[in-house]
């Protein structure tokens, strides 16, 4: 080492040679250990890999997987079984193998993002769905029961997409994985299909079919459109006496406001916020804050009036809308998962004329026998969802304490009571 040393320094101006070269040697071992130092400094270190996230990626679900925990948890109810999250997750997994949350913890995370609350009765704690969703389903219960009285034409509406790469989700391969037909991972352009379907199959003369990138292009404009064209076309084949009712679901464009039931937002200046409220006669001081114009504002917003109820109603035909996350009352779902499964079984060559014809092969052959099975599948699931419901109502609010709080930060978990 002191060869190479001595052979490197030779090489340098003398201004940078290093002045160990004329020192006695040490006899200690610590500092010839640091004469050697300098000969490190062309060494390059080894690049480290990058950190990477410890656990497990947090899991991302679906509509329909939070409308399949909210219906299981209905379903125990009705059962006159305790929903605990142990009783929740092992109803899942025995119903659908492949469901995505394993542990109590993660379904207990889920069960709060959607809209679930965990309380406290006198014996026993239980998780309980919000009230608002128990109000939609109350408010939906007795509009529907009304319809389904007057022996009206009911119809269900729901927007679906098909890509290009729709393929078998299981096939069987070799022993070099080979058995895919598609030969890349890109989903391609896809297909936006808006329909709606009752007890005789899907309405024909109302689907709108049309290409879209995968950030799927229907809007507000377009489904205005939409409506208006089959809410005249559904009186025109019915007449002009017969009760007809569309029911839809809560999508960001089914629910665009008429301009003066808007309500006022936190993003409006001071100005607007005054402007709104004197167009709509609410007086206010003008020494007001923003923050105490806007909390007049929301205490005084009018009832909601959407622009497609409005266009619809000059037809007389009515809109009703499905609870909030209650996708599993829609029967025309059933009619999408097995529209997609037919297109994943036929589609071969992975072209956009391919999925276009399926898709009018499988909704052409959808008959009334079909629709009115899906139909009575999704009644099946209302009443279950009536009886959880009077369960709650009945037995299980009465004994409440009203005093402890809905946050979850202050209600301690099951998990954690069953570890104590």
């Not at 060559?349 to 014809?357: A, G, L």
Request: glycine residues 2%; contains cysteine; aromatic residues 8%.
């Amino acid at each position: 080492m002191r060869t190479s040393q001595a052979a490197q320094e030779q090489r340098q101006p003398p201004r940078l040679r290093s002045r160990s070269r004329t020192a006695r040697p040490s006899k200690k071992k610590s500092q010839s250990a640091s004469v050697t130092l300098p000969l490190m400094t062309n060494v390059i270190p080894a690049p480290q890999p990058p950190k990477q996230r410890s656990g497990r990626i947090p899991e991302r679900l679906s509509e329909q997987a939070d409308s399949e925990i909210r219906y299981q948890f209905q379903l125990l109810l009705s059962e006159k079984i305790y929903p605990t999250t142990a009783n929740l997750l092992e109803r899942l997994h025995a119903v659908h193998r492949d469901f995505p949350i394993q542990s109590q913890t993660t379904l207990r995370r889920h069960l709060h993002r959607i809209g679930f609350s965990y309380k406290s009765t006198t014996k026993v704690k239980i998780l309980l769905d919000h009230v608002s969703f128990v109000a939609q389903r109350a408010k939906f219960y007795r509009k529907i029961d009304e319809l389904r009285t007057a022996d009206a034409l009911i119809f269900y509406h729901d927007e679906s997409w098909l890509n290009v790469g729709e393929e078998k989700k299981f096939i069987w391969v070799d022993d070099v994985d080979r058995g895919r037909i598609r030969k890349s991972d890109d989903k391609g352009s896809r297909i936006a299909i808006s329909a709606m379907m009752n007890i005789d199959g899907f309405h024909l003369p109302s689907i709108g079919v049309f290409s879209c990138s995968k950030y799927h292009s229907v809007n507000a404009e377009y489904f205005f459109n939409w409506i208006e064209k089959a809410a005249f076309r559904l009186r025109e084949d019915n007449g002009p006496r017969r009760r007809i009712c569309i029911v839809v679901d809560n999508a960001p464009w089914h629910c665009e406001l008429e301009n003066d039931s808007k309500p006022a937002g936190r993003s409006w200046t001071k100005a607007a916020i005054k402007k709104w409220l004197r167009g709509h006669n609410v007086p206010f001081d003008e020494l007001c804050s923003k923050a105490e114009l806007l909390e007049l504002a929301l205490a005084n917003r009018p009832v909601k009036r959407y622009k497609i109820d409005q266009v619809a109603i000059q037809y007389n035909v009515e809109i009703i809308r499905l609870p909030i996350k209650h996708c599993c009352l829609n029967p025309i779902e059933l009619c999408w998962a097995n529209l997609k499964d037919y297109v994943r079984k036929n589609n071969t060559h992975f072209r956009i004329t391919d999925v276009h014809q399926l898709a009018a092969e499988f909704i052409a052959g959808y008959d009334g026998d079909a629709s009115a099975k899906a139909i009575e599948h999704a009644r099946k699931i209302e009443n279950q969802f009536r009886v959880a419901d009077r369960f709650v109502e009945e037995y299980v609010e009465p004994n409440l304490i009203d005093h402890i709080s809905d946050d979850e930060s202050d209600v301690s978990s099951e998990d954690d009571d069953s570890n104590n």
